[in-house]
């Protein structure tokens, strides 16, 4: 039986805290279990602009994603594959919580890993922060590494 586990992943300390629990527990669980891990770069798609800031945000949004997956993605998954545990990484752009969670019901996950948020402030206070968020939405258990 194979096990699935989401790990969301940003480069914070945090973040690497996240994914070194989700190593340990890919450790213990054995070859079976493959960790995914997500880089969510929050992004609307919704903007009210010409075509030529459009253009540029197409472009920046390249830009965004090429930086993620070389910052955050592949050192990581360099350092899991060194030792031994099958994963895999991508970005995706959106709201964190819905796509983690879409994530995780796409690929049967048995759980999501993340970092606690990091989040402080009104905008925390008033719109509630990604981690809190997740937990209360996930269709999967949500383990939060402090």
Known sequence: ????????????????????YAKRLATLIGSECELQLICVVEWSPYTFQTTEENALRKKQKHIETQNAQDR????????LKDAG??????????????????????????????ARSTEQGLSARVFGSVTASLVMSASVPVTVVS
Not at 9 to 16: K, R
Not at 72 to 79: C, D, G, M, Q, T
Not at 89 to 104: D, E, P, S
Request: proline fraction near 2%.
């Open 85 to 114: 545990i099958k994963a895999s990484g991508a970005v995706k752009f959106g709201k964190a919580a819905t796509i983690l969670n879409n994530i995780a019901v796409e690929n049967n996950a048995e759980q999501i890993v993340v």
């Open 72 to 79: 955050v993605i592949n050192p990581a998954l360099e350092s």
């Open 1 to 20: 039986m194979s096990a699935t586990i989401i790990v969301g992943v940003d480069g914070s300390e945090a973040g690497n805290r996240a994914l070194s």
